[in-house]
């Protein structure tokens, strides 16, 4: 790939702005945590690992930007709770600023100056992108196995590079299965409202010469009648303790379309994106967003003006509609509250 969608470099974060893509290749350079806070909730950075990998970063700029302050650790906390209001489902976001917040506990407790806890910082963010890309490629590899030379797998939304830090978690599997020299065509939702299958997903597969076939999001189940589909593999935002999954709206229907067509629905996500402390997808906090991603498109106004809009990000899909989720670990088939589990906290 010849662009990166986050950038640590001299201090500064570079941030590919997905808003503009595939039209325009443009880098937002972030130097304050408010650029990084503003990039997440506008979704010019998007993807659970790569919005988590981000606010780690993010976190990082406020600590320089309040190093004089008499309350540092007290302004650094502060700086944390703005970055997590920035977007509710996600659970990476929370697991990296978890992990934030806990270097700046224990650098108060050892009653460090601010520029070491502000050293610590940056190390444990460019360990959470670091981590991520080798956990991209494990994820790749396993989810690979499940791929036979000649398959067409169906993706929604954009789990690829452009959502993590290198590699992808949906589409690692199908980079790795290329790379083995099988044969693997896609076909991709377009995601409506905002497009993600065609500006990101697409774009991204055309630049590495992947196979890829745009459709709009109600041509799903035709095509999967046609046997045109012989897998589905997602993403996720959140997955819970029963393997419940959270993922951009839409892959709630999608997965009910494979079951009805026998076909296997895959979810591909770090331990990261596992939320132990919620019991069921019921309890997933789903993020709704402004009316105008419905009521427009491309600028242009296509509903009638004052019509109630309701615009979740996010749908939850029950894990009875999951054939595997595909981990850093290996893939899940079952047994998911004590798999899950036991993975999930071999990594804690």
């Known amino acids: 790939m010849n662009w990166n ?37 506008r979704l010019q950075v998007r993807g659970a690992p790569a919005i988590g990998i981000a606010a780690a970063f993010g976190v990082v700029l406020g600590a320089r930007q ?8 007290g302004q650094v ?17 929370f697991w990296a600023l978890d992990r934030q917040k806990k270097v700046v506990q224990s650098g108060k407790g050892l009653e460090l100056k601010p520029e070491q806890i502000i050293n610590r910082l940056e190390k444990e963010a460019i360990t959470i992108a670091a981590d991520d890309a080798v956990i991209n490629r494990k994820i790749g590899e396993f989810g690979a196995s499940l791929l036979k030379d000649g398959m067409t797998v169906l993706t929604h939304c954009n789990a690829g590079a452009l959502a993590t ?18 044969k693997i065509a896609v076909y991709a939702d377009e995601t409506r409202p905002l497009l993600q299958g065609a500006r990101l997903t697409a774009w991204e597969l055309m630049q590495e010469g992947i196979p890829v076939t745009l459709i709009t999001d109600n041509m799903a189940a035709s095509v999967m009648r046609l046997g045109k589909v012989q897998a589905v593999i997602v993403g996720a935002d959140r997955i819970t303790a029963n393997g419940d999954v959270a993922n951009k709206i839409g892959t709630y229907g999608v997965a009910v379309l ?91």
């Open 5 to 41: 969608t986050i950038e640590w470099r001299n201090g500064v974060l570079i941030i590919l702005d997905q808003t503009l893509l595939p039209g325009e290749t443009k880098y937002i350079n972030a130097e304050r945590y408010e650029t990084v806070a503003e990039a997440i909730r």
């Open 258 to 348: 494979a079951k009805e067509h026998r076909i296997p629905f895959y979810v591909a996500a770090p331990l990261s994106t596992i939320d132990l402390k919620l019991k069921n997808g019921e309890e997933i906090p789903i993020e709704e967003r402004a009316a105008t991603e419905v009521t427009s498109f491309g600028g242009t106004v296509v509903a009638p003006a004052g019509v109630k809009v309701f615009n979740p990000a996010f749908d939850m899909t029950p894990v009875r509609y999951v054939t595997g989720i595909i981990t850093e670990c290996g893939i899940v088939t079952g047994d998911w509250e004590n798999t899950l589990k036991k993975w999930k906290d071999s990594t804690i």
């Open 165 to 182: 830090s290198a590699y992808g978690t949906a589409l690692a599997a199908i980079r790795v299965a290329v790379e083995q020299g099988k």
């Open 77 to 93: 906390n502060r700086v944390i709770q703005k970055l997590a209001e920035t977007r509710p489902t996600a659970v990476n976001l």
């Open 66 to 73: 309040f190093r004089h302050e008499p309350d540092f650790c």
